[in-house]
């Protein structure tokens, strides 16, 4: 079985697909932690971020594996090293969306999430699963939040994190990557035409998950 959750960054979508996850025993895919590890990768090699061909190259020579723990939190390995910290600094969330917009970066990636995604039931979260990398999901769905709630999720995970962030930042960094996002040509965020669309102003976390449960089972 397949679950994909998208939605624009802040909504909740990868904390409820983590827990959704856990619940039902299937494997966790956050197809974004996957694209920060390759914007880790670029910027340890120096690689200009307007250097497609050589980005493109890297994404081909990399391995990115993801373990699930039984917490139900998650490892990002890069070329086998545990890189789950290192990929929510700052200076990766202003280049994700760069790299993450590149054609050829994304059908490199294309690839590995369906192959990971079919290896057993999964759910993934990002923002193209259920228009592109699994079009015929079992279940889809679209989460939501207004952008004011977004920023402020968003703040309260990095400063807990122990980032040194102002609100300012992340309202910045959210309305670039959310037009970034929602306007390359290839993959962009929208919601699939099938795909149930929740919104999670308003709900907790327990409320968020509890909700896509009742619609799966």
Do not use: C, H
């Not at 290192?86 to 490199?108: F, H, M, N, Y």
């Not at 079919?118 to 993934?124: F, G, H, M, T, Y």
């Not at 699994?134 to 207004?146: G, L, N, R, T, V």
């Not at 919104?199 to 799966?216: F, G, H, P, Q, R």
């Amino acid at each position: 079985m397949i679950i994909a959750i998208d939605g624009p960054a802040g909504a909740g979508k990868s904390t409820v697909a983590r827990i959704i996850a856990q619940k039902l025993g299937f494997l966790y895919i956050d197809t974004g932690a996957m694209y920060r590890a390759l914007t880790l990768k670029a910027l340890e090699r120096k690689i200009d971020v307007n250097d497609t061909a050589a980005l493109i190259e890297m994404a081909r020579s990399t391995n990115i594996d993801l373990i699930n723990n039984p917490d139900s939190s998650l490892k990002i390995l890069l070329d086998a090293r545990d890189v789950t910290g290192s990929i929510r600094q700052p200076s990766i969330t202003r280049l994700v969306s760069d790299i993450a917009k590149i054609k050829g970066i994304r059908e490199v990636m294309l690839g590995l999430q369906r192959r990971l995604g079919r290896l057993r039931d999964s759910v993934l979260d990002g923002r193209d699963i259920g228009t592109v990398v699994f079009p015929d999901a079992d279940k889809k769905f679209y989460i939501d939040a207004e952008f004011e709630e977004r920023v402020k999720r968003r703040y309260k995970e990095l400063k807990e994190l122990g980032q040194n962030i102002t609100p300012e930042d992340i309202e910045n960094d959210l309305k670039n990557r959310d037009n970034i996002d929602s306007t390359r040509e290839f993959a962009p965020l929208k919601r699939a035409e099938d795909a149930i669309y929740i919104d999670t102003t308003n709900l907790t976390i327990e409320e968020m998950v509890n909700k896509v449960l009742s619609y799966i089972q």
